[in-house]
T-cell receptor, first 115, second 112 residues
């Protein structure tokens, strides 16, 4: 079965500093999407960033950017200028575009932002 | 545009009781999903649907049932509730344009 692995259960970062969250996946698909979702204490799941596998250019959204290494099947999230509001659980997910359209989620990384 | 709505927000069930978790979306998405999230864990797929009348099992379907009679609604039925079903349940739908999943606010269910 395909899996998504987040090897860091918890990370801490000082306010205004930069932090990188790791994610690896083991898909056999040639076409897929990758996502990072944020889940703050409110429980609401919020899309942070999305990457299409066929695009070599790394996606960016304001302070959030990814390092997509397709050959290594790695998809890390970099958060720059960390803010207190960034504290949350972060989930990495893969969507193989093989027809079933089932998202595969990692187990999450809890990010703490220290003032 | 309300997005994905779920009711109820909280529920306490006694062992053996049944209930239906409601989910609706107003974005005309074909794909809809039910997940459960146990404390400190990630999301596990219970059931999903690719359109009205079409449903399929995810990785943890036992003890649950779904139906999809309309594009908008995707209710999840719990039969004979067990303590192992204590969890937070999320409904989601996804856009066929960019595959972004839109999540509801979740239902916290406790079975005692």
């Amino acid at each position: 079965a395909q899996t998504v692995t987040q090897s860091q259960p918890e990370m801490s970062v000082q306010e205004a500093e930069t932090v990188t969250l790791s994610c690896t996946y083991d898909t056999s698909e040639s076409d897929y999407y990758l996502f990072w979702y944020k889940q703050p204490p409110s429980r609401q799941m919020i899309l942070v960033i999305r990457q299409e596998a066929y695009k070599q250019q790394n996606a960016t959204e304001n302070r959030f950017s990814v390092n997509f290494q397709k050959a290594a099947k790695s998809f890390s999230l970099k958060i720059s200028d960390s803010q207190l509001g960034d504290a949350a659980m972060y989930f990495c997910a893969e969507l193989p575009l093989s027809g079933t359209y089932k998202y595969i989620f990692g187990t999450g990384t809890r990010l703490k932002v220290l003032a | 545009n309300a997005g994905v709505t779920q009711t109820p927000k909280f529920r306490i069930l006694k062992i053996g009781q049944s209930m239906t978790l409601q989910c609706a979306q107003d974005m005309n998405h074909n794909y809809m999903y039910w997940y459960r999230q146990d404390p400190g864990m990630g999301l596990k797929l219970i059931y999903y649907s690719v359109g009205a009348g079409i449903t399929d099992k995810g990785e943890v379907p036992n003890g649950y049932n779904v139906s999809r009679s309309t594009t908008e609604d995707f209710p999840l039925r719990l039969e004979l509730a067990a303590p192992s079903q204590t969890s937070v349940y999320f409904c989601a739908s996804s856009s066929p344009l960019n595959y972004e999943q839109y999540f509801g606010p979740g239902t916290r269910l406790t079975v005692t």
